[in-house]
């Protein structure tokens, strides 16, 4: 087993340099010229900038995937677990504050190797192609909330799911699967005017005819929603965004700022049409049952490893007939679960893809698609996103399809409709 784990790590990080790589060098070749299709409305400056912005996300993203694999090293076989272990140990904690305390370092400590990396991203990747608007005071508070918030909400679920590991039985894990379905569902229900406005503001879309514009595609599409909103995202970065939050009766859309200000009436209520497709066409229920679904079989694979002592052991930690065990299962599943995971990448991506297209489907029907269309190549070029991405990880990654199969797909159900 432990020869399986080191083959997997060691998979796990030769797919993810080889994907990037490829990125990078498909992208790097097509820098030079503006696809034909675009020729008339993307510029070969704004063209070259989104290429060189993929490639430094790319690279920066390699390096990350080679720190993440000698953390896991250090972490297992190279001791720094087993070390954890047993200095809590020799603090004589009982056993669910052992547990605890255990988890609790671990995540301190990823959080504190991980906040040089969203640093750097932010202040120099992000700040050379000019998207950052953060302050550094206000990166750090951002990142104090978060602290605060992770420990005020997780700390809690992480007490009682290791509390119902102990108490064991035979289906230990069905119960925190129960727990965890009713923590996530009040979670998407309380985030938009619990969580959200902890960092941004949230306001009322102003514009009357926007809003008149708006009232009618929520009744041509028979949609109910607590408002449209528009958040202050331009304090933060430059890129600009829709998305769709909540639940049930809380649900509301939100608009950054910044898409706001860049696009005409008609893109706006094109892009609000897509995110109602989103809606209508369940894809958002269906992402909450599908993740449901995944958490299930997740826990049943933790409930089986729990009782198994070479799971640990391959791992490099031994564990102590005197000490619990449950946190350092819990770390390790922890670890090891995306090495596993990163093989579905494709399929959840495939599934995502396939929603866009259906989204843009409803946007075409409900409003226009040549407005879909100009509002989508803005954001791309204003986002700097690549117009050229590489089609093999396209597949692992992009939960969006590459911009030239939606637009094609959007004029040709335009000029469907042109024609009687
Ligand atoms: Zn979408």
Redo the contacts with the bound molecule.
């Keep these: 087993m432990n020869l399986l784990f080191a083959v997997v790590l060691g998979l796990h990080l030769v797919l993810k340099l080889w994907l990037s790589g490829r990125q990078v060098r498909y992208v790097a070749l097509r820098a030079q010229s503006v696809p034909e299709q675009f020729a008339g409305t993307i510029g070969l400056d704004d063209h070259r900038r989104a290429a060189r912005y993929t490639i430094a996300k790319q690279r920066f993203a390699m390096l990350e995937a080679i720190v993440g694999t000698l953390l896991f090293l250090a972490l297992t076989w190279g001791g720094g677990l087993q070390w954890l272990y047993d200095v809590l140990g020799s603090l004589r904690a009982d056993g669910l504050g052992f547990d605890l305390a255990l988890v609790a370092a671990v995540l301190a400590l990823l959080g504190l190797l991980d906040l040089p990396f969203a640093w750097w991203r932010q202040f120099r990747l992000e700040e050379h192609f000019g998207f950052n608007r953060m302050t550094q005071a206000m990166f750090f508070a951002d990142a104090l909330k978060s602290v605060l918030l992770g420990a005020a909400l997780g700390l809690p679920l992480l007490a009682a799911v290791l509390q119902l590991m102990r108490a064991g039985g035979p289906a230990w894990w069905l119960a925190a699967w129960l727990l965890w379905s009713g923590f996530s569902l009040l979670l998407s229900i309380a985030y938009p005017w619990l969580i959200a406005p902890l960092f941004n503001r949230f306001t009322p879309l102003g514009d009357e005819a926007l809003r008149q514009r708006i009232g009618h595609l929520l009744e041509r599409t028979g949609f109910r929603s607590n408002g449209v909103y528009t958040m202050d995202g331009s304090r933060r970065s430059t890129h600009g965004n829709a998305y769709f939050t909540g639940l049930g009766a809380a649900k509301r859309i939100v608009f950054y700022d910044t898409l706001i200000e860049r696009l005409h009436p008609d893109e706006i209520e094109a892009v609000l049409a897509?995110?109602l497709?989103?809606f209508r066409l369940h894809?958002i229920a269906k992402g909450i049952v599908s993740s449901l679904a995944i958490a299930l079989v997740w826990l049943a694979l933790l409930g089986w490893l729990q009782t198994q002592p070479w799971f640990a052991a391959s791992l490099g930690v031994a564990t102590r007939a005197d000490l619990p065990s449950n946190g350092l299962v819990l770390v390790l599943f922890g670890l090891v679960m995306p090495l596993f995971s990163f093989v579905f990448a494709p399929l959840r991506s495939a599934v995502s893809r396939r929603?866009?297209f259906e989204?843009?489907a409803f946007a075409a029907r409900h409003a226009s698609a040549g407005s879909l269309v100009r509002a989508l190549l803005k954001l791309y070029q204003e986002n700097a996103a690549t117009l050229t991405p590489d089609p093999v990880h396209s597949v692992f990654y992009d939960?969006?399809p590459p911009a030239s199969a939606r637009i094609n797909r959007l004029l040709a159900s335009a000029s469907a409709a042109a024609t009687p």
Aim: net charge negative; no cysteine.
């Design positions: 897509h995110e497709g989103h894809h929603h866009e989204a843009d939960s969006h």
